[in-house]
């Protein structure tokens, strides 16, 4: 059973529209990070957020900290091709400081 | 490069045989993490150090497995008698404490048991 839950699993759109990919849990975390990792390489960090309600801002892409700490969303504008690759959320729990929770990850495909 | 630098970057095996993968991390980071990646999966926590000690094992690392870190600073994966389901992705990853876990990864070993 996976801690965090990301939907949706695959996603496949056009260059120049929007989307969402989400991640929820019924677990509060101390902090929750998203990563993109391409195929043979592993994560790279995006953002990490830790203020319940926190929204940040990456260029085109917008983070969001639900205000219980239980879940988040990436929010991409106008998607580009290089924005392809599997989007990873991982959230760090106070009673066990020290190890990362993944989901399984959303594989995003943005079409030229 | 100041970055995760992870050896080798493949590794192809015959069932039985042990193991060994490097990882080293980012200079200034004192933490280091072992993952493992399998196809279609987020990576799953193995083990951390902090300097030189092993604070936490995940109950995924089976007596097989064996992570050492001498000296907190490089550290070695080692898996004895691999099995065909141990192929995946060997993530490794460091951070500084005591900041938040933001973990930086370093490229993988990805190994395949034949």
């Known amino acids: 059973t996976q801690l965090l839950e990301q939907s949706p699993q695959f996603l496949s759109i056009q260059e120049g529209e929007n989307l969402t990919v989400y991640c929820n849990s019924s677990?509060?975390?101390?902090?929750l990070q998203w990563y993109r990792q391409e195929p043979g390489e592993g994560p790279v960090l995006l953002v990490t957020?830790?203020?319940?309600?926190e929204v940040k801002k990456l260029k085109r892409l917008t983070f969001q900290f639900g205000d219980a700490r239980k879940d988040s969303s990436l929010h991409i504008t106008a998607a580009q091709p290089g924005d392809t690759g599997l989007y990873l959320c991982a959230g760090e729990r106070g009673s066990t400081l020290g190890r990362l929770y993944f989901g399984r990850g959303t594989q995003l495909t943005v079409w030229p | 490069d100041t970055g995760v630098s992870q050896d080798p970057r493949h590794k192809i095996t015959k069932r039985g045989q042990n193991v060994t993968f490097r990882c080293d991390p980012i200079?200034?980071?004192?933490?280091l993490y072992w993952y493992r990646q399998t196809l279609g999966q987020g990576p799953e926590f193995l083990t951390y150090f902090q300097n030189e000690a092993q604070l936490e094992k995940s109950r995924l690392l089976s007596d097989r497995f064996s992570a050492e870190r001498p000296k907190g600073s490089f550290s070695t994966l080692e898996i004895q008698r691999t099995e065909q389901g141990d192929s995946a992705m060997y993530l490794c990853?460091?951070?500084?404490?005591?900041?938040?876990?933001?973990?930086?990864f370093g490229q993988g070993t990805r190994l395949t048991v034949v």
């Open positions: 200079s200034e980071h004192n933490r």
């Open positions: 957020v830790v203020t319940g309600g």
């Open positions: 677990s509060v975390f101390s902090s």
């Open positions: 990853a460091s951070s500084l404490v005591p900041r938040l876990v933001e973990a930086f």
